[in-house]
């Protein structure tokens, strides 16, 4: 298993035993990492989200909180108040600008939308709340050798083998090779699913109605 986006690379160059592919790698890394950040697994799915928010401020950017951009889906989010953590009602943009001009003053967050990459509160917070986000979201992009993320530890075999995939097919033209890329992504990727099934599962039965 890598550590770093460098041992990521380097693992692919020595597969495929060579040595002058540095950009084509690179870039087969980055879209592999793409297509599977659109997918909800057990470490880009988190609860422990938060950031605070600001008197008579509405929207929420990436220079509130970091992750705000990268946000695929926001799962709930809620503001503690004294012993109780109250959920915030959803609404669509267009709903949310109808809500938001009807109100008068500020207070506790009640709604919330996401919209421009931004979340956006109403009622418009009249002082610091500390929310907490539940949300799948993307990692920052890697660039750096050094950088490391999941990407490059705990799903590291599905990235390499679907960059692997990639370089056969669009680069090197190695059709056997891309057949056994194939044959392998859908092993790994089905048992990164199974972990974050199992990681992820509350362990409660939910009854079906027959």
């Known amino acids: 298993m890598a550590g770093t986006l460098a041992d990521l690379q380097a693992r692919i160059a020595t597969d495929l035993t060579r040595s002058v592919l540095t950009s084509q790698i690179a ?47 926001i799962d709930a989010l809620f503001v503690p108040q004294a012993q109780s953590v109250l959920p915030l009602d959803r609404y669509e943009p267009a709903d949310f600008e109808m809500l938001n001009n009807a ?40 660039v750096n050798g050094s ?28 059709q056997d090779g891309a057949s056994r890329m194939s044959q392998k992504v859908p092993v790994l990727l089905a048992n990164l699913r199974a972990e974050s099934s199992s990681r992820m599962s509350n362990g409660i039965i939910k009854p079906v109605d027959f």
């Open 27 to 73: 870039n087969a890394v980055t879209d592999a990492v793409n297509f599977y950040a659109r997918e909800r697994f057990w470490f880009n799915t988190s609860r422990s989200l938060t950031f605070n928010t600001v008197a008579s401020q509405i929207a929420y950017t990436v220079s509130d909180y970091s992750v705000i951009p990268l946000l695929v889906k």
């Open 103 to 142: 109100s008068t003053g500020g207070g506790i967050p009640k709604a919330f939308t996401y919209v421009d990459q931004a979340i956006r509160l109403w009622p418009t917070p009249n002082t610091v709340f500390a929310m907490i986000l539940h949300a799948h979201y993307k990692f920052p992009a890697l």
């Open 147 to 174: 950088d490391t993320n999941a990407w490059t530890t705990d799903a590291e075999e599905l990235i390499r083998s679907h960059a692997k995939l990639l370089l056969y097919t669009d680069v090197l033209e190695d």
